[in-house]
Each structure stands twice: as structure tokens, then as C-alpha cells.
């Protein structure tokens, strides 16, 4: 594992263990225990990998009301996973892989063309 390379073990297991924490917030649909499970990190900051306070600070913190929309509303997904597998069945065959060469671009172009005119 490259990323392994860059830190020792221990502190390579002590970031592991932070970012188990962190998708562990999100693993329940109770709103409280997300909120419970937040504070209990954010504590910890001063104490935290750099690494992890700066995922927090540019990922979680701005976004943690719509991370947690799922608890509140029932009909939103905890995971994006229903609409990937949606388009990677669906849009496959058509842009799959198709923009690694300039062929492949005007290929996608023509298609999405003639499903415009349509």
C-alpha cells in the first residue's frame, strides 16, 4: 500500500483508526447518535492527525448538515449507491472508457447528438 509508505506503522494505524471513527459517524440512521458521535471527534481535534483535521475541516465540517439529511428524511439515501448502479448499467456500453483517445470523444459527441435530436 503506497500510502502506508509515507507514514510509519503506528501512526499509519492511528489514522486508520480516525478514519474508522469518521465513517463510523455516519453508520446509523439515528440523528442523535450522529450528533453524539460528531462532538465526541470534534473533541478531539487538538489531539488529531494533521491528515485527519484537514479531511474533517474540507470535507465533513462544511457539509455535516447534508451528510446527516439522511437521519431526518427517510426517503434520501444513505448512500449514493442505487443511482451508480443505475448509470454504470444503463450508461455502460455507450461512454464507458470512450475518452482516452480524441475518437473516442467525438464518438461520445455523435451520440449524444443524435439522442438530443430525438
Do not use: W
Request: proline residues 3%; glycine residues 0%.
Amino acid at each position: 500500500m503506497k500510502i502506508q509508505r509515507i507514514f510509519s506503522n503506528r501512526r499509519f494505524s492511528v489514522i486508520v483508526r480516525y478514519l474508522t471513527e469518521i465513517n463510523n459517524i455516519f453508520r446509523t440512521y439515528d440523528e442523535n447518535e450522529c450528533l453524539k458521535r460528531y462532538e465526541r471527534l470534534l473533541e478531539k481535534l487538538d489531539r488529531l492527525p494533521e491528515v485527519i483535521v484537514k479531511i474533517l475541516m474540507k470535507k465533513i465540517v462544511p457539509n455535516f448538515e447534508s451528510l446527516i439529511e439522511f437521519t431526518v428524511d427517510n426517503f434520501i439515501p444513505r448512500t449514493s449507491n442505487q443511482a451508480e448502479q443505475h448509470y454504470s448499467k444503463t450508461k455502460k456500453s455507450e461512454t464507458t472508457r470512450k475518452f482516452r483517445t480524441s475518437n473516442g470523444l467525438l464518438e461520445y459527441l455523435a451520440l449524444f447528438m443524435e439522442n438530443e435530436a430525438i
